[in-house]
């Protein structure tokens, strides 16, 4: 089945410098949905970007990601961190081939930003 | 902006007794979703809906049943709660229409098993 590979489970960075969120995922299929969703403490989780075309970067709210394909990766990127980005970070594969909207989510990645 | 409400948002249970997490959505969605979080394991899905009447078994079933009465709300109830059921549990809707939904989350019910 699909699987989403999360590599860092905690990211600590001190304010201002590059933000990079590693994630890799597997799938059968050639046209995956791949997904960003930020968890900040006391809030719900909500989408942050998400994408399907095959390098083009994608951006909001000051991250970006860029698909692709021959690297099975969808990083999350953003070029200088600020305080208020520390939260959990989630990457997700969506089910392409049922087409049920159902998500696959990585083990998440909580980024803490330091003064 | 969807909407995606939970309730309780904190219940704590016994060992071997029955409860029952509710969530409400008021934006029409056709899908409906339960996930539990737990460090080290992300999100992970329990069951799922496609609509009123519907449930679908998830990735982790196993001690959960779900409930769709209705379009607007998803069910989900532990017969017999256990100490390892002790999560955060959300919910989430989203529109249906494809692959490239975006799912909105509910606030969380944080659930403690004794």
């Known amino acids: 089945g699909d699987s989403v590979t999360q590599t860092e489970g905690l990211v600590t960075l001190t304010e201002g410098l590059p933000v990079m969120l590693n994630c890799t995922y597997q799938?059968?299929?050639?046209?995956?949905?791949l997904f960003w969703y930020v968890h900040y403490l006391n809030e719900s989780p909500r989408l942050l970007l998400k994408s399907s075309t095959d390098n083009k970067r994608t951006e909001h709210q000051g991250f970006h990601a860029t698909l692709h394909k021959s690297s099975s990766s969808f990083h999350l990127q953003k070029s200088s961190a600020q305080l208020s980005d520390s939260a959990l970070y989630y990457c997700a594969l969506s089910e392409a081939g049922a087409n049920t909207g159902k998500l696959t989510f990585g083990h998440g990645t909580i980024l803490r930003v330091h003064p | 902006e969807a909407a995606v409400t939970q309730s309780p948002r904190n219940k704590v249970a016994v060992t071997g007794g029955k409860v029952t997490l509710s969530c409400n959505q008021t934006n029409n969605h056709n899908n409906m979703y339960w996930y539990r979080q737990d460090t080290g394991h992300g999100l992970r899905l329990i069951h799922y809906?496609?609509?009123?009447?519907?449930?679908e078994k998830g990735d982790i079933p196993d001690g959960y049943k779900a409930s769709r009465p209705s379009q607007e709300n998803f069910s989900l109830i532990l017969e017999l709660a256990t100490p390892s059921q002790t999560s955060v549990y959300f919910c989430a809707s989203g529109a249906g229409t494809g692959y490239q939904d975006t799912q909105y989350f509910g606030p969380g019910t944080r659930l403690l098993v004794l």
């Open positions: 809906s496609y609509g009123a009447g519907s449930t």
């Open positions: 799938t059968i299929y050639s046209n995956p949905f």
